[in-house]
């Protein structure tokens, strides 16, 4: 099932670079729009299950665990995303960003476990409320005009990237990475 979803989302991020152009250009007939509405859910869904599991699967130890003094440490990735989640999010929906600087605040496994959740939780009520409309509607990103749909497949991409810097420290660490473990069941 997950091979599934995996295949949904990484189809997803590819629509994205192809959509987001169109979508801020043209008017997408209803069919097309749903379809695209139901591969940001899935890449969405995708998406938390991956960082749920690598962020149950490491250890307090683990979380401060960074490969090189340069780069994160494995928390610190976590609680990026979890910080982009609340600001890409609250931009879709509307509203003023609720949570901030989680990055700088929260570095224990369970603070980053939980804010992880809940910055994935406050993103579900961006995908429930997407509509034809609320799609469509643009917002201003990186100081570009965008439409919402366009702004969480950005969404998306953004946490895959991370993901890959999360796969990578987990094996580091000799664990298994979510998305690898699914191809084994």
């Excluded at 979803?5 to 097309?32: D, F, M, Y």
């Excluded at 994160?72 to 600087?101: I, M, W």
């Excluded at 990237?161 to 979510?178: D, F």
């Amino acid at each position: 099932m997950l091979s599934r979803k995996k295949t949904l989302a990484v189809g997803a991020i590819l629509v994205t670079l192809a959509a987001t152009p169109l979508l801020s250009q043209t008017k997408p007939q209803a069919a097309q729009l749903d379809s695209l509405i139901t591969a940001a859910k899935d890449a969405a869904i995708y998406t938390r299950q991956l960082f749920t599991k690598a962020a149950d699967q490491m250890s307090e130890e683990d979380y401060a665990f960074r490969p090189t003094p340069e780069v994160r440490t494995f928390g610190q990735v976590l609680a990026h995303v979890a910080d982009a989640n609340y600001e890409f999010c609250s931009l879709a929906k509307g509203e003023k960003q609720p949570v901030e600087d989680i990055e700088k605040t929260k570095t224990t496994r369970a603070e980053i476990r939980k804010a992880l959740a809940e910055s994935f939780d406050y993103c579900d009520g961006a995908y429930a409320g997407l509509t034809d409309a609320t799609a469509l509607k643009t917002v201003t990103f990186m100081g570009k005009s965008r439409p919402v749909l366009g702004l969480l497949f950005f969404r998306s991409q953004h946490s895959s990237h991370h993901y890959g810097n999360v796969a990578t420290y987990m094996r580091l660490r000799g664990k298994v990475p979510p998305s690898t473990a699914a191809r084994a069941e």
